[in-house]
Every structure is written in structure tokens, then in C-alpha cells.
């Protein structure tokens, strides 16, 4: 399965910004899309945001307006542009391939600590 290395996670404040990178293993054009997902502590793992190859981009309410999903597939690369962070934003952020409309990778990688504080 295809595998993901992510950067650009830490410590920021309230209001504050970060960029998360997500470089895959493979090409990521050939998958049908690619997500955003977070594991807030004690809580189960949610999608935040996706896309698919076809431009379609969804957010979760949490989080529309302030996040942005893009993609350089030459870099075979995702990112998550997170704007006006809130310490509910808190959590390990991991990317995932979608493989079609029904189903995601099912290997997990080590994610991205994200903390929200002031």
C-alpha cells in the first residue's frame, strides 16, 4: 500500500496558521482522491477535508472556511493550509488515499502532532 510522510505539524496559538504536508510513496494521480484526517484525543479518527482527482472538494463544517486541501501531483504531494487555528483543531493529523467513493487506505502512518494552545 502506498505509503505517506508528513511534516509541518506543532505547537501554535489560537488564531495562528499551519501548513501540513503529506508526500506519498506512489503516484497520487491514480487515485480517485486524497484526505485529510484527525484524531483528537479520546475521540475516533474524522475526515476533516478531501478531494478527488476529478476537483471535488469537501470540508468538514468544523473546519470549512478556515482549512484548505491542495495538491501538487507532480510532487506527489497534499497539503492542509489550516488558517484561524482553535485549540478544538488539537490532534494527530494522518493523510489517506481514496481508492474509490466507498473506500480508504487502511494503513495508517505515525501523522502529525498538531496542538492548539495558547
Known amino acids: 500500500q502506498v505509503q505517506f510522510v508528513t511534516s509541518g505539524g506543532g505547537l501554535v496559538q489560537p488564531g495562528g496558521s499551519l501548513r501540513l504536508s503529506c508526500a506519498a510513496s506512489?503516484?497520487?494521480?491514480?487515485?480517485?482522491?486524497l484526505g485529510w484526517f484527525r484524531q483528537a484525543p479520546g475521540k475516533q479518527r474524522e475526515l476533516v477535508a478531501s478531494?478527488?482527482?476529478?476537483?471535488?472538494?469537501n470540508y468538514a463544517d468544523s473546519v470549512k472556511g478556515r482549512f484548505t486541501i491542495s495538491r501538487d501531483n507532480a510532487k506527489n504531494t497534499v497539503y492542509l493550509q489550516m488558517d484561524d487555528l482553535v485549540p478544538e483543531d488539537t490532534g494527530v493529523y494522518y493523510c489517506?488515499?481514496?481508492?474509490?467513493?466507498?473506500?480508504?487506505?487502511?494503513?495508517w502512518g505515525q501523522g502529525i502532532q498538531v496542538t492548539v494552545s495558547s
Open positions: 478531494d478527488t482527482t476529478g476537483g471535488r472538494i
Open positions: 506512489e503516484s497520487i494521480f491514480s487515485f480517485y482522491g
Open positions: 489517506q488515499a481514496r481508492y474509490n467513493f466507498a473506500r480508504w487506505g487502511d494503513t
